[in-house]
C-alpha cells in the first residue's frame, strides 16, 4: 500500500523522505526501487558517496541515501542538486528513523524539493494474526512473524535506543534515566499526560520532561493524542495522551513475560486502546490520507478515545475490549458525537460480526480497516 503512494511521490517530487523507527523496514521497502544505496551510517559509505558525488548525481534515480540524519552536510549539498534540475523528479530517497521536526537541515534546505512519508511496523492487513500482531507488536522480528523474538528482542531494541540512538540523536538524558522514563510511560499507557507527576518521579522539572518525550516522539516511540477543542459549556480535558506506538514494546516495559494470558492483565484495556488508535493512524498514513486525530474528554464524564477530522467529515470512535456491546455504549457514543458535531459514529470491538450503516458502525479492528481502504 505505502509502495504505491511512495512511487506516486516519487513521481511528483525530485526527493522523498521516507521516516519511520529503526528495523520497521524502510530499507527493504526502499532498495525494491533504487537504481543506488548508500547507507550513510557508515562512515565509509559517506566516504564512497563523496568521492564518486558527480557520478550519482548525474546517473539514473532514485538513489537511497539510508539513515541520512547522520550526515547533516547532505541536505544542503541536495538542495543543489535539485535545483539544478528542478523539473526532474523521483531522483531521490532519504531513510530517517528520526522525524523530520527534529532534523533542522531538512526543513530549512529541501522545504518545497521534498515530500515525507512515515512507514509503521507491521500492521493488520500485512499480517493476519490480530492477537499475535497485538502481543509482540508489528516489528518484523520481533515475533509477529512466527518464532521466538518476543520479549528478547523488543528489550534489547529499548535498551540500544536509551544507549546508543537515541544519545546520538540529542537526547541529553543518561540511558539509566531513560530507561526508567520507559517504564513510567508504559504504565502511564492511554492516561492524560501529567508532565510534573513524571517530573517528580525523575527528578526532573516538567520543561525537561517535555523536551524528553519530543525525542522520544519524534523516535516514533511514543505517541501524544491532543484533547480536542469545542466551545460547549462543559469544562474539557486540554493535556494529551500518551500512547506507546508499538504494543510489543509497550508489553515487554510492563514485564508480560511470552507465556502469559494478555487478556488477563491489569493493563490490557489501555494496551487494546493504544493498539487500535495506531492501526487505524498507521493505515490512513500508509494510504497518504490528510487528517487529525484527537480525543475527547469533558470533566463530568463524556468521553471518546477518538476523534479523526479529514476535510468535512468528523468521526468519534470508541474503543471497547468486549465482544458484547451495550445499548448503553451505543447512547453514550451518541451523546459524545452529538458534543463534538461528529457525523460519523463508530464504536469498535471484539464482535464476530460487524454492523456497519452510513453514518453509525459497531465493527471489528479488520473489518473497519478493510472498510476504509
Known sequence: MLTDVLRRRLAQFPAVSLVGPRQCGKTTLARTLARRYFNLEAPEERTRLDATWAEVMTGPGPVVFDEAQHWPGLFSRLRGEIDARRKQ??????????APGLMRDVGESLAGRMAVLELAPFCLGEVANLDR?????????????????????????????????LPTWGLPAAPVVTQRLFRMLAAEQGAIL??????????????????????LEGAFLIRRVPAFAANLRKRLVKAPRLYWRDSGLLHALLRLPAGDDLLAQPWVGASWEGFV????????TARG????????????????????????????????????PTPEDLARLRQVGTLVGANQLTLICRVRHSVIRANLAVANLPDYLERHQ
Open 289 to 324: 490520507m490528510a487528517q487529525d486525530a484527537y480525543f475527547f474528554r469533558t470533566h463530568d464524564g463524556y468521553e471518546a478515545d477518538l476523534v479523526l477530522e479529514s476535510g468535512r467529515r468528523r468521526e468519534v470512535i470508541e474503543i471497547k475490549l468486549t465482544s458484547g
Open 277 to 284: 488508535i495506531e492501526q487505524i493512524l498507521a493505515a490512513r
Open 133 to 165: 500482531l497485538w502481543r509482540s507488536g508489528g516489528f518484523p522480528d520481533g515475533g509477529v512473524l512466527g518464532g521466538e523474538g518476543y520479549p528478547v528482542w523488543q528489550e534489547n531494541y529499548l535498551r540500544a535506543m536509551s544507549e546508543r540512538d
Open 89 to 98: 523528479n523521483g531522483r531521490f530517497v532519504l531513510l530517517g528513523s528520526i
Open 194 to 215: 501529567n508532565l510534573s507527576k513524571l517530573g517528580q518521579s525523575l527528578g526532573l522539572t516538567h520543561h525537561t520532561v517535555g523536551a524528553y518525550l519530543d525525542h
